[in-house]
Nanobody
Framework: QVQLMESGGGSVQAGGSLRLSCSTS????????MGWFRQGPGTGRGGVAQ????????YYAYSVKGRFTISQDNAKNTLYLQMNSLKPEDTATYYC????????????????????WGPGTQVTVSS
């Protein structure tokens, strides 16, 4: 059974940085699309970034492009999200997610495509 667990959330002032980690276990397929999502106060859950474990170019939502970097360490079975130049509007619960496949779908990550989810980690950015 695939299990995901996020860590690294916390409180930071605007302009600061955080790095989220997502440890994974129980993978049975060869490759997965891995994604980061977030859900802010009073909003739905939206895709932030995604990356395919088999390689390729990561995808970023417009709101985070140039500030966030998704990466993976396959040897450690860990997914990362480096978040720089944080803004108050980045305040949200952040989730990592995965689905098995031959690649990620193009465009913004869609939560309906992702089969496995972590419980989330809170990020709070103060002005």
């Amino acid at each position: 059974q695939v299990q995901l667990m996020e860590s690294g959330g916390g409180s930071v002032q605007a302009g600061g940085s955080l790095r989220l980690s997502c440890s994974t276990s129980g993978y049975s397929d060869s490759n997965y699309c891995m994604g980061w999502f977030r859900q802010g106060p009073g909003t739905g859950r939206g895709g932030v970034a995604q990356i395919f474990t088999g390689g390729g170019t990561p995808y970023y939502a417009y709101s985070v492009k140039g500030r966030f970097t998704i990466s993976q360490d396959n040897a450690k079975n860990t997914l990362y999200l480096q978040m720089n130049s944080l803004k108050p509007e980045d305040t949200a619960t952040y989730y990592c997610a995965a689905f098995p496949g031959r690649d990620c779908w193009s465009g913004d990550p869609d939560e309906r495509d992702f089969a496995y989810w972590g419980p989330g980690t809170q990020v709070t950015v103060s002005s």
